[in-house]
């Protein structure tokens, strides 16, 4: 076998070409609990691309430190929304613009605790229904306007039809 590599001459004039890169943008803030003030630390603070529905690609995320302190960097400029998660809280919404510039002012973010559903499922003559799936209907944020949500979450009854 013989690998003799050939000199390739080029012979059309190259192309320039100019990339620009956009300075990406960047949103810090502080998670709280609306009751008591304190910092919620690990609520996820999560974005995806303007004009992109909730999904992993181009995803944006971290977690809220110890202080409640978080920044999302390396944002492309437009319109974004922040969701913000903790379980045992509502889910918070809210709609930011970023322009060349970080973002001005700092997002104070007041979660509030959740509150729970309890009850009892029975069949049509009043006994209990193990194994049933329970699904609370959430109000959701069809304006796009920062109002809250509850993430939803579905549990199953107990042998005696109860959930919570």
């Known amino acids: 076998m013989n690998l003799n590599p050939e000199l390739v001459q080029e012979t059309a004039p190259r192309e320039q070409r100019v990339i620009r890169l956009q ?47 978080f920044k999302l960097k390396r944002l492309l400029q437009g319109a974004w ?10 889910e918070t919404r809210i709609p930011v613009a970023l322009g060349a510039e970080e973002h001005d002012q700092p997002l104070f973010v007041r979660l509030e605790r959740a509150g729970s559903i ?24 069809a304006g796009g306007d920062g109002c809250r949500v509850m993430v939803e979450q579905t549990v199953t009854t107990d042998p005696e039809g109860r959930f919570r």
Do not use: F, M, Q
């Open 81 to 90: 929304t922040i969701h913000i998660r903790k379980r045992g809280y509502l």
């Open 23 to 69: 300075r990406g943008c960047s949103v810090a803030g502080k998670v709280i609990d609306a009751a008591t003030g304190s910092p919620i630390a690990g609520a996820a603070v999560v974005t995806w691309p303007p004009g992109e529905k909730e999904g992993r690609c181009g995803r944006k995320s971290v977690k809220s430190d110890a202080g409640g302190d």
């Open 118 to 141: 309890t009850g009892r499922v029975s069949d049509s003559d009043g006994n209990p229904v193990e194994n049933a799936h329970v699904t609370p209907a959430a109000d959701s944020d």
